[in-house]
């Protein structure tokens, strides 16, 4: 299966160091697109081990990383958040799951910070690694995303706005695990847990590892994840 990028390029690929965002990445080099990593480091528990992968997809493929330092987010969240959404990964968008009628998730902080990145390095687009089960939480998700788009264009009338582009949407998953199988993604190297602080293992109860096993059955991949229980 080959994911489609259209003809932009050249493309930054926000890299969070899941499943979804590393398939991305091997997605966009398989098409041949000159990419570079956006990471957004947010000092969550899970944050040291998102980077880990950020940095190692970066020597590996030898290509330029940008760390861009989103704590300050998280700072603000405290008091005003749930804990356990604080704790979990920007593009979840789980708020709705948490019974918080105020609580929205900060997802669009990460896409505001990566479409500045854009701009300012002359890049074409930028790639979210947004899977169905998001689009499903959030129906109107890429109507969304079009309007951001829109509104880029707005506020730079006089010169291209960088395309934002979503070419997992339609895949759930179990697909994107087939789909990362099959172009060799190290799986295992992937960071999921939203709980594990000092240790090298996923959590294993926590909803995210939780997920994740789930996906990993109905896919029908080996799971090569290392669980604490």
């Known amino acids: 299966m080959m994911i489609e990028f259209g003809k932009h390029d050249p493309i930054v690929v926000v890299l969070s160091g899941g ?53 300050g987010i998280t700072s603000m969240q405290v008091g005003y958040v749930d804990p356990v959404q604080i704790a979990s990964d920007e593009a979840d968008m789980k708020a709705e799951e948490l019974n918080n009628e105020n609580a929205i998730s900060g997802f669009h902080t990460l896409v505001s910070a990566v479409a500045y990145f854009t701009q300012i390095t002359g890049n074409a687009a930028f790639a979210l690694g947004l899977i169905a089960e998001q689009e499903a939480r959030r129906p109107e998700l890429r109507i969304a995303l079009d ?79 290392t669980y604490s229980a």
């Open 147 to 225: 309007l951001f788009e829109q509104f880029l264009q707005k506020l730079n009338p006089h010169s291209a706005a960088p395309a934002l582009l979503s070419p997992l949407l339609g895949l759930a998953k179990k697909d994107v695990i087939k789909l990362g199988a099959q172009m060799n993604v190290p799986l295992e190297r992937t960071w999921s847990c939203s709980a594990a602080v000092q240790s090298s293992n996923h959590c294993g109860v926590c909803s995210q590892c939780n997920e994740r096993k789930q996906a990993f059955i109905d896919s029908g991949v080996p799971d090569v994840t």
């Open 19 to 71: 499943i979804d965002s590393s398939v991305l990445l091997y997605s966009a080099i398989e098409a041949g697109k000159q990419v570079t990593l956006f990471h957004g480091y947010y000092n969550k528990p899970s944050s040291q081990h998102e980077l880990a992968f950020a940095k190692w997809a970066s020597q590996n493929f030898r290509l330029p990383l940008e760390v861009v330092d989103l704590s």
